[in-house]
């Protein structure tokens, strides 16, 4: 049985034309899969109903100009359509005409954000109903009570409805409900439950000819794998839907808030901001004014995580202002900490800002956002402390302070981040670091991708928060030991990355899923203003499970006792020296470990140091792609001169005697992790190894001395000319390699190859996500073979050259942790890493790694075979000084 989008009614006695009638049923039934003919069809049957005696046709007519007009998001008009589909049959006294009309116009009353409106309809539509337009009418009014929180009563009215349906044999509404029900077993963590509801919707769908319902369902799979951790997958499904919106030329706004959130989950701050920055538009633009606030929020954590305060600021205070004129009050509170946030991070402490902050807190206590408020606690005892306010300071760092011991561990990492506060502000430095190392310790427990965006948004912050208190306590000690250790802290501190794939331990898939379940739960039970204390104990329960899991489970997480004592880091270096660059206030400071001592120097203002590493990048690039005339590049060749000394006075001479000649392990900050190292003239020919800790580096090396493995594999991969001619050049000394050329580098075959590899060369184009090295890739004979997909491997190749432009390239978040293609080999098991921070010429780039390799065969390390192979290169020649300034060994050296 065909669908039956609206009934044929028998009340009708007045004679009427039964073209407009027929037109107006086709329009109707077009809706769901082609929206654009419909509304064609629609307006035809309206132009036809021309005598009082159409008044049938002209209101299924305007219903279906309505339905297709929020199809478009077009919610102003669609709205306005429906009314006149109601008035029209009112007016004839077609009374299960109005009914049907008023069920389309109850659901895009609640699109609007006007639920009270849309059950109110809803109510007035049920007197007159029975059947299958009353299973249509609870469909509707479950999915309004699905969108204001009420699921146990949503799901009830989905299980009455489909019982309904499917006794009636009506696939398209059956469809309709098993989408809606499908996204709800979805909030609730009923994952194989949703699993099957939305793959039973999307055959009906499809069996039907409706490809734009069907769209929309496989959009609702991306968020359903979203919901499981899985983001490849997620953003896989959602790419799928998109294709097709974009081939009718359509937007699915409310779609792109589900991407969005999965973009935050996976810290893809730059592509969630753009998401969520369209979302807005086109939401503003359909007139959809339910979700445009939550929109506004989304973009202002993403605008907040980059910095960019005044957007983050704005947006939050437009979003309030819409969740106060929807009357959603614990919403609004809600908007109100995020602009709380974006003050604090970007205006100067002022009385202005105590008061914002007091009544900030005061209404997310009383909406019951319990993280929230604390937060806002925290920072209204840092504005007391900044303004000299002690006592008012100290009574609520105190009033914070108390949940320390107990609630979810985000809750408790900021307690114990007031009581650092309160300790150092009564002269107690040695509790205030104690109660530092607490907090980040509770951090450290709380690596698990959340589900509440507003959760995630400030995890990262705050964990730079508290570690930079603990490193101005020990810059405050004067003892450069206590500094190292803070700083080694303060790396291994930062939050790693997000999972973007459940792990393959189950246990802990499920406790990863359930824990996601309940914090959106917790979310939506505070919006109702609900009891919220039985899920927040399900909440802490849930994350003691998945840190005493994760401790036991291989490769998932670092125990605070994987940092090396300076005694055993001593050692360790042998000749070597270690330098851990700190920034702090925007002055960089040097710790200088080796030779039996610790030292501390104050090195250079980070500013000063940034703009000189920007212009040497310019001009290496200028140099790297030969673009201007021979006068211009002699030119840019003094420019790199003049920078890479500028740097060294800046950051090498400060250090005197204690690093002169001695191979180096530099440990560095910010921007710093792509200077080219080597071109700096005090470590020219100097075996430099760059690392992002002391404590990884160390590991690295224990690593890379276990167990060698001999074989070797080299790749070449398309569109790149040197490729090929580079690495038959190199299989003829490798004689025993494996060689991956043209069709042959496959994704299958490199994976294969890599995954007994002891050094691998990859001559390739390569999309190096600094936000995110999991969606980095690398471009081989039938495709990209994307980072996370190496996760698979058993263990990567202990040495990894990479000869492509910008392939040693990080995005630094805070705590300095590196992200990008580098940190994820890294963690796959790469010890040491040869890649280039700035573009490299082809030809230089053959030459530098044909004298690389050389010295690796002759058994010299990674860092002192590019040393000696850098050193050996001609100053004058552009190409070769560009490809020996960008090449840097990072890792175990």
């Known amino acids: 049985m065909g669908p039956t989008l609206t009934p044929r009614l028998a009340e009708i006695r007045e004679p009427e034309a039964p073209s407009a009638r027929r037109l107006a049923e086709a329009a109707l039934a077009l809706v769901a899969s082609k929206p654009h003919a419909a509304r064609r069809l629609a307006r035809s049957a309206r132009e036809a109903a021309i005598t009082p005696a159409d008044a049938m046709a002209l209101s299924l007519a305007e219903e279906a100009l309505g339905l297709a007009s929020r199809q478009f998001h077009d919610i102003g008009s669609a709205i306005a359509h429906l009314r006149r589909a109601v008035s029209v049959a009112d007016a004839k006294g077609l009374v299960l005409r109005a009914a049907e009309a008023r069920i389309s116009l109850s659901i895009v009353l609640a699109w609007q954000g006007k639920n009270t409106a849309a059950l109110q309809e809803a109510d007035k539509a049920a007197l007159r109903l029975t059947g299958e337009q009353a299973a249509r009418l609870e469909t509707h009014r479950a999915t ?19 019982t309904v349906f499917r006794r009636t044999g009506n696939r398209h509404w059956e469809a309709r409900v098993l989408s809606g029900r499908g996204v709800l077993h979805a909030y609730r963590g009923e994952f194989q439950a949703a699993e099957a509801d939305m793959l039973r919707s999307e055959r009906l769908r499809l069996a039907l000819g409706e490809e734009f319902e069907a769209a929309k369902v496989r959009h609702n799979h991306g968020f359903l794998a979203a919901r499981r951790g899985d983001i490849p997958t997620a953003l896989e499904s959602f790419d799928r839907a998109k294709a097709y919106f974009d081939s009718q030329g359509m937007v699915d706004a409310v779609g792109l808030l589900d991407r969005c959130e999965a973009l935050l989950s996976a810290h893809l701050i730059d592509e969630a901001r753009m998401v969520a920055e369209r979302a807005v538009a086109e939401l503003d633009r359909g007139g959809m004014r339910l979700d445009l606030p939550e929109a506004r929020l989304m973009l202002s954590h993403a605008a907040l995580l980059q910095g960019d305060v005044d957007v983050a600021f704005r947006v939050a205070q437009l979003a309030m202002r819409e969740f106060s004129g929807q009357r959603r009050r614990t919403w609004a509170a809600l908007a109100r900490h995020a602009m709380l946030r974006a003050r604090w991070a970007g205006e100067e402490p002022s009385l202005r800002l105590l008061r914002a902050a007091d009544g900030t807190r005061a209404a997310l206590e009383a909406s019951g956002w319990d993280l929230p408020a604390l937060d806002a606690r925290l920072i209204t005892g840092r504005i007391g402390l900044a303004l000299g306010r002690v006592d008012r300071a100290q009574a609520e760092l105190a009033a914070a302070s108390r949940a320390r011991y107990r609630g979810p561990i985000e809750l408790r990492s900021r307690a114990w981040h007031a009581e650092a506060l309160l300790r150092q502000a009564s002269g107690n430095r040695r509790g205030a670091s104690g109660a530092v190392r607490a907090g980040l310790r509770m951090l450290e427990q709380h690596r698990a991708a959340l589900g509440a965006t507003e959760l995630r948004a400030h995890v990262s912050g705050h964990a730079e928060e508290l570690a930079t208190l603990g490193l101005r306590l020990a810059l405050e000690s004067r003892r450069p030991e206590r500094l190292f250790i803070w700083a080694e802290r303060w790396r291994a501190a930062s939050l790693r990355l997000y999972p ?49 899991r994760t401790r036991r489970a291989r490769g998932l997480a670092l125990t605070e006792e994987s940092q090396p004592s300076l005694t055993a880091l001593r050692e360790q270096l042998g000749d070597h020296i270690l330098v851990e660059l700190v920034r702090l206030d925007d002055q960089l400071h040097a710790v200088v470990v080796g030779d039996r001592r610790v030292s501390r120097h104050r090195v250079a203002p980070y500013p000063v140091v940034h703009d000189e590493l920007l212009h040497l990048h310019s001009a290496l690039r200028r140099l790297a792609t030969a673009h201007g005339t021979e006068r211009s590049l002699e030119a840019a060749a003094l420019l790199v001169d003049y920078g890479a000394r500028r740097l060294d006075e800046l950051l090498i001479a400060p250090l005197g005697a204690r690093v002169a000649g001695r191979p180096l392990v530099m440990v560095p900050t910010g921007e710093l992790h792509a200077a080219p190292w080597p071109l700096l003239p005090s470590l020219a020919g100097v075996a430099v190894t760059i690392s992002p800790s002391a404590t990884f580096w160390c590991r690295a090396v224990l690593r890379a001395n276990e167990g060698r493995r001999r074989h070797t594999v080299l790749v070449a991969g398309p569109g790149l000319p040197h490729a090929v001619p580079e690495v038959r050049a190199l299989a003829r000394n490798y004689r025993s390699a494996e060689v991956l050329l043209g069709r042959a580098a496959t994704v299958q075959a490199v994976k294969a190859a890599l995954s007994h590899a002891g050094l691998a060369h990859i001559a390739a184009h390569g999309v190096f996500r600094s936000d995110n090295p999991l969606f980095s890739s690398i471009e081989l004979a039938d495709g990209r073979l994307a980072v996370y997909e190496l996760e698979a491997l058993e263990q990567a190749p202990r040495t990894m050259v990479l000869s492509a432009c910008d392939s040693g390239l990080s995005g630094v978040q805070p705590g300095d942790e590196i992200m990008g293609l580098a940190a994820t080999l890294f963690r796959l098991g790469t010890c040491t890493l040869l890649a280039a921070v700035t573009p490299v010429p082809d030809h230089a780039t053959r030459v530098l790694m044909d004298a690389v390799h050389q010295g690796l065969r002759r058994g010299l390390g990674p860092a002192q075979a590019l040393a000696r192979a850098q050193a050996r290169i001609d100053p004058g020649d552009h190409g070769l000084l560009a490809a020996r300034a960008g090449f840097v060994c990072f890792g175990a050296g």
Do not use: C
């Not at 009570?145 to 146990?152: A, K, M, V």
């Not at 406790?511 to 609900?530: H, I, K, M």
């Open 144 to 162: 309004v009570l699905q969108r204001l929180g009420h699921l146990d009563q949503a799901l009830e009215g989905y299980r009455r409805a489909l």
């Open 500 to 548: 973007v794939r459940p792990p393959d331990d189950q246990v802990l898939a499920a406790d990863f899923a359930r824990l996601r379940q309940v914090v959106a739960e917790l979310e939506r039970v505070t919006a109702r203003s609900g009891e919220t204390a039985p899920l927040l104990q399900q909440q802490a329960a849930l994350e003691r499970r998945i840190r005493d």
